[in-house]
Nanobody
Framework: QLQASGGGLVQAGGSLRLSCAASGRTLSGYKMAWFRQAPGKEREFCGG????????TYANSLKGRFTMSRDITKNTMYLEMSSLKPEDTAVYYC???????????????????WGQGTLVTVSS
C-alpha cells in the first residue's frame, strides 16, 4: 500500500515536498515513480527512482526543479519541488513496480501499485 501526502496550496516560485510511504512490503528491487495529472490532461511522468541504489530519472521538462529521494529506513519516497509554477498544479501520484523496464518507466500502465494522490495547487 502506498500513501501519498504533502500536497497543498503554494505560491508560484515556492517549494513543496511530497512523501510516499509504503507499507506491507519491502521495496527492495522495486522501481518507484511520481506521476501527476492535471484536470483534463493525461497522467504525466515526473520522475522515477530505483529503490536499491537510489538512481533517479526525470522527465526532461522537470529536470532541475524536481528532485526525488528515498529513505530506506522509513520506507518512504520523496519528491522535492522547487520554483513551482501554476502549470505544476495537479494531483500527484506515487507508483511502484517490481518489473518495469527502463524504457517503460514513464508509462503509467507499467506500475501495479498506486497511491491515492495528493493535490498540489500553485497560485500565480
Amino acid at each position: 500500500q502506498l500513501q501519498a501526502s504533502g500536497g497543498g496550496l503554494v505560491q508560484a516560485g515556492g517549494s513543496l515536498r511530497l512523501s510516499c510511504a509504503a507499507s506491507g512490503r519491502t521495496l527492495s528491487g522495486y522501481k518507484m515513480a511520481w506521476f501527476r495529472q492535471a484536470p483534463g490532461k493525461e497522467r504525466e511522468f515526473c520522475g522515477g527512482i530505483r529503490w536499491s541504489g537510489g538512481i533517479t530519472t526525470y522527465a526532461n521538462s522537470l529536470k532541475g526543479r524536481f528532485t526525488m529521494s528515498r529513505d530506506i529506513t522509513k520506507n518512504t519516497m520523496y519528491l522535492e519541488m522547487s520554483s513551482l509554477k501554476p502549470e505544476d498544479t495537479a494531483v500527484y501520484y506515487c507508483a511502484a513496480s517490481s518489473s518495469v523496464i527502463h524504457s517503460q518507466i514513464g508509462v503509467p500502465s507499467s506500475y501495479a501499485y498506486w497511491g491515492q494522490g495528493t493535490l498540489v495547487t500553485v497560485s500565480s
